[in-house]
């Protein structure tokens, strides 16, 4: 079943997570366990990201296949188009539209950063739109698109990255996963600009728990993910060094952010796991007590 018809057969909010493949065998072993932790949730759908000008075609499939065969769970394949050409790009689809994956994530992706010399196909797409361009009249998958509540890192302005995301919809692209945020008023505000817009397809947020002080640093300024004030304070307040409140605090602030945004009606939750059970999982488990999921 494809993502848009789950919200089309139940009105209840669709609870999924982003995966990622495992880079050493001691990342594998974690990422089994999550797996295991996620599976008896019974998510609606679980999502695997792409590398980089395909550094981890191989491992993405892989994973893809594993949790569809193996774990018997509805799987997103995200896709990104930097550097591959035509016959790459249509390669890769058809591998996972053969293993039975129905919704696809169309982005456009980074170069390498392990790779330096990395030279891009000539006849690669420029951008996220464009692919999904590409996919719409060949395919029949349900495409998702990725959308930034603060706006992409690289976008000229917020109203400008509203246009591009506007031209992906316009493109064929059937929902928006965004990108996390810290405030709740960012997602609103973005989805009311996205609806003035004429954006009218369902806008799904990602949620990401604090995980640590360093990835939380490092993630927000990779991907523009503003920390909030109250973060930086509540996080001064904690004994320095000790994980395990910090891990608690990152709970409590997700739960009262998917508090928010359940009770404003969106379609479901996408949690950004990095691959971790420890916090998504009580996170769920607590919002199906309270009768939120």
Known sequence: ???????????????????????????????????????????????????AGGSTREGSYNLVKKLIKDKGLRTVAYFTCYGLGPSDIKAVLDSYRDLGVETILAARGDPPHDQPDFKPHPESLAHASDLVAFVRPRYDFCIAAAGYPEKHIEAQSPEKDREYLKLKVENGADFVVTNYFYDNKSFFEF??????????????????????????????????????????????????????TLQAFGVDFALDQCRGLLKHGVPGLHFYTMDRSAAVVPIVRRLRDEGLL
């Open 1 to 51: 079943m494809k993502v848009t018809e789950l919200w089309k057969s139940s009105k209840k909010p669709t609870v999924s997570f982003e995966l990622f493949p495992a880079r050493s065998a001691k990342a594998a072993e974690g990422l089994e366990k999550t797996i295991d932790e996620i599976a008896a949730l019974k998510p609606d759908f679980v999502s695997v990201t792409f590398g």
């Open 191 to 244: 989805e009311d600009h996205c609806r003035k817009l004429g954006i009218k397809v369902p806008l799904l947020p990602g949620v990401m728990p604090i995980y640590s002080v360093k990835m939380m640093e490092n993630l927000a300024a990779l991907c523009g993910a503003t920390i909030s004030q109250e973060i930086r304070d509540g996080i001064a307040k904690l004994p320095a060094g000790d994980a395990g």
